[in-house]
T-cell receptor, first 113, second 109 residues
Framework: DVKVTQSSRYLVKRTGEKVFLECVQD?????MFWYRQDPGLGLRLIYF???????EKGDIPEGYSVSREKKERFSLILESASTNQTSMYLC????????????FGQGTRLTVV | EDQVTQSPEALRLQEGESSSLNCSYT??????LFWYRQDPGKGPEFLFT???AGEEKEKERLKATLTKKESFLHITAPKPEDSATYLC??????????FGKGTKLSVKP
């Protein structure tokens, strides 16, 4: 089974802190994605990556950055956390060949206080 | 602009009462339409991929169908354990998934 693992289920951080959300996948997928999910807004794409050291902005990249130093790992960084970044964060991965469905991690519920 | 609209936002059914969820999409060249199930506090779980109009896929009480403008998720004789939010997504031109806002299904015993 495909497995996408996010480092934390729940996280509480203070305003202004630098926050790291880690995601690891074990299926050798080329593509990895970070979404945030908010009530009434659905899933919105923050950043995605097609390959190691490559990154592309999604729909809402402001206030975030990403890092992909290894194929299996994709990190989301909140440079200076703010209360409006309180949300559910979801990591996903997919193959660029054949079946292209994305598989998601269990999510990280981040609260910024 | 690629767009996905799901209806209804919420659906309440009695156990055994069959119904359908709708997903309308606008995309320049469909590369795949995906259905996911999401339970509260968890990540979406993949259900189906559909690639071309006329295609159908089934899994237990769920059946997904696709036309050139929309997809339906048919639920036959649902059970309480089918209660969840069902998400529809299309693959955008850059390979990312564009999601609708979902339909929250509640099945009462």
């Amino acid at each position: 089974d495909v497995k996408v693992t996010q480092s934390s289920r729940y996280l509480v951080k203070r305003t202004g802190e630098k926050v790291f959300l880690e995601c690891v996948q074990d299926m050798d997928h080329e593509n990895m994605f970070w979404y945030r999910q908010d009530p009434g807004l659905g899933l919105r794409l923050i950043y995605f990556s097609y390959d190691v050291k490559m990154k592309e902005k999604g729909d809402i990249p402001e206030g975030y950055s990403v890092s992909r130093e290894k194929k299996e790992r994709f990190s989301l960084i909140l440079e200076s956390a703010s209360t409006n970044q309180t949300s559910m964060y979801l990591c996903a991965s997919s193959s660029s060949q054949g079946n292209t469905e994305a598989f998601f991690g269990q999510g990280t519920r981040l609260t910024v206080v | 602009e690629d767009q996905v609209t799901q209806s209804p936002e919420a659906l309440r059914l009695q156990e055994g009462e069959s119904s359908s969820l709708n997903c309308s999409y606008t995309v320049s060249g469909l590369r795949g339409l995906f259905w996911y199930r999401q339970d509260p506090g968890k990540g979406p779980e993949f259900l189906f991929t559909l690639y071309s109009a006329g295609e159908e896929k089934e899994k237990e009480r769920l059946k997904a169908t696709l036309t050139k403008k929309e997809s339906f998720l048919h639920i036959t004789a649902p059970k309480p354990e089918d209660s969840a939010t069902y998400l529809c997504a299309v693959q955008g031109s850059q390979g990312n998934l564009i999601f609708g806002k979902g339909t929250k299904l509640s099945v009462k015993p």
